[in-house]
């Protein structure tokens, strides 16, 4: 079992920057991909990043391309988004999955655990 808590979250305004943490418990996070979704209101949620397991593989996203790195810290269980350049369309809550296979997917389905997800508003 991973549980998951997304930390963060706030409101920023255009071109600005903000980091979103999910802090996992569990004694197998280090053996999970661990990914960011996110969900604009009224529509599907949509994959922004994944990261494999030990770090050294990161998928993006097309929400994610260019603008937003993740990274993780196995030793303290937690996964990061650091996102730059926000623009308003970027206004979505955030989630952090983990799925026990190994690399990344861009399909909710395939991700075993969520948060319950932080808001992020980017102002115009």
């Known amino acids: 079992q991973v549980q998951l808590v997304e930390y963060g979250g706030g409101l920023v305004q255009a071109g600005g920057s903000l980091s979103l943490s999910c802090a996992a418990s569990?004694?197998?996070?280090?053996?999970?991909?661990m990914a960011w979704f996110r969900q604009i209101a009224g529509q599907e949620r949509e994959s922004v990043a994944a990261?494999?397991?030990?770090?050294?593989?990161?998928s993006y996203g097309d929400a994610g391309k260019g603008r937003f790195t993740i990274s993780r810290n196995n030793a303290r269980n937690t996964v990061s988004l650091q996102m730059n350049s926000l623009k308003p369309e970027d206004t979505a809550v955030y989630y952090c999955?983990?799925?026990?296979?190994?690399?990344?997917?861009?399909?909710?389905?395939?991700?075993?655990?969520w948060g319950l997800g932080t808001q992020v508003t980017v102002s115009s």
């Open positions: 990261i494999s397991w030990g770090g050294g593989r990161e």
């Open positions: 999955a983990a799925r026990a296979g190994i690399g990344g997917s861009q399909y909710t389905h395939d991700y075993d655990y």
């Open positions: 569990g004694r197998t996070f280090s053996r999970h991909t």
